[in-house]
């Protein structure tokens, strides 16, 4: 009996022991598990992190490409603007030419007029002189206009008219009435080409001038090009980077769900993995508390046998000393 109750408390004293080690051994499973938890976590928010700073770097890389479109496309306006005056002062220069042009043509024709007015208060002879001067220039101008003069006719309409009247040879107030009547004719027509020959000049000044800004004009369209296509790069840039800015958002977020349903499914393991051995443990805590209870009855019930059978010793015991001192008598 005292074997067995030794035996008994041993087993109780082992599966106390036992139960001891378990918990020991769950401990630093426990504090690994919440370890791979802190882990994982530091590794979200690294990734996180880093992926933060490549969104950050290609914004500033789009900005810096945006600021330096920008800057271009300022210079070649700033560019334009200056041939744009450029072309402004040759334009002013080029009428202020004009106008003295025109008035140096007015102040000729002035001139002209003035030295015919001279010549008509000239003699006779200076006037048959002129009117063989103004014939013959009126029939070189003939040559060349488009409405010529009809000299023949008007000297034969005044022959006839000499004739019926009787006009007198002595008399010359037909002819100067006929000389004034060829000269305003011929100063219409002087004035008639004069005209033409100021449209001609314009027209070769003009055809001269634009000769010259043909340079600057190409350069102003080149120009007016290379802005245009700098700022449809710069459209399509800008574009480009909001899409870009787009995916790497939509990236991020990705990555933000993937690492919160990976960290939600490791800690969902974790707990998992703790309420099993939770359970395992209290599953064997209560076996060995169950062992014990069932141990210490035991013990108790061998205990209580054995005190039971304690006096029945003693009295055989004292009936054999007894037995012993009669046999001596």
């Known amino acids: 009996a005292e074997r067995r109750e030794r035996e008994l408390s041993n087993t109780v004293e082992s599966l106390r ?60 306006e700033a560019r334009l603007a200056e041939l744009s005056q450029t072309v402004g002062s040759y334009d002013r220069l080029r009428q202020d030419d004009q106008g003295a042009i025109l008035k140096l043509k007015d102040r000729l024709i002035q001139l002209e007029l003035e030295r015919g007015a001279e010549k008509a208060d000239a003699d006779l002879e200076a006037l048959v002189e002129k009117f063989q001067h103004l014939k013959q220039s ?42 004034s009547k060829l000269k305003r004719e011929f100063e219409v027509y002087k004035q008639q080409q004069q005209q033409m020959a100021v449209s001609n000049v314009v027209a070769a000044t003009n055809s001269g001038t634009g000769d010259e800004f043909e340079p600057l004009k190409a350069q102003i369209s080149s120009l007016k090009e290379r802005i245009s296509l700098l700022t449809n790069e710069l459209e399509q840039t800008q574009a480009d980077h909001v899409l870009l800015m787009e995916e790497q958002k939509s990236e991020l977020k990705k990555e933000r769900a993937r690492w919160k349903e990976k960290l939600a499914a490791s800690e969902q393991e974790s707990r998992s993995k703790l309420s099993t051995l939770e359970e395992q443990l209290t599953r064997q805590r209560d076996r060995a508390v169950a062992l014990m209870q069932e141990k210490e009855q035991e013990i108790a019930s061998l205990k209580a046998s054995f005190h039971s059978l304690l006096p029945s010793r003693t009295h055989k015991r004292s009936q054999s000393s007894d037995n012993d001192g009669s046999g001596e008598v």
């Open 138 to 179: 009126i029939e070189v101008a003939n040559e060349t206009a488009e409405k010529k003069v009809d000299l023949k006719g008007i000297l034969k309409e005044w022959q006839e008219n000499m004739m019926v009247e009787g006009y007198a040879s002595t008399d010359h107030s037909l002819c100067h009435e006929e000389y």
């Open 17 to 76: 022991r036992k139960l001891k080690r378990e918990k020991e051994s769950a401990t630093p499973l426990l504090s690994t598990l919440q370890e791979e938890m802190v882990a994982m976590k530091q590794q979200h928010s690294v990734a996180l992190l880093k992926e933060q700073e490549r969104a950050s770097d290609a914004e500033e890389r789009a900005r810096k490409l945006a600021a330096m479109h920008e800057e271009r496309v300022a210079n070649l």
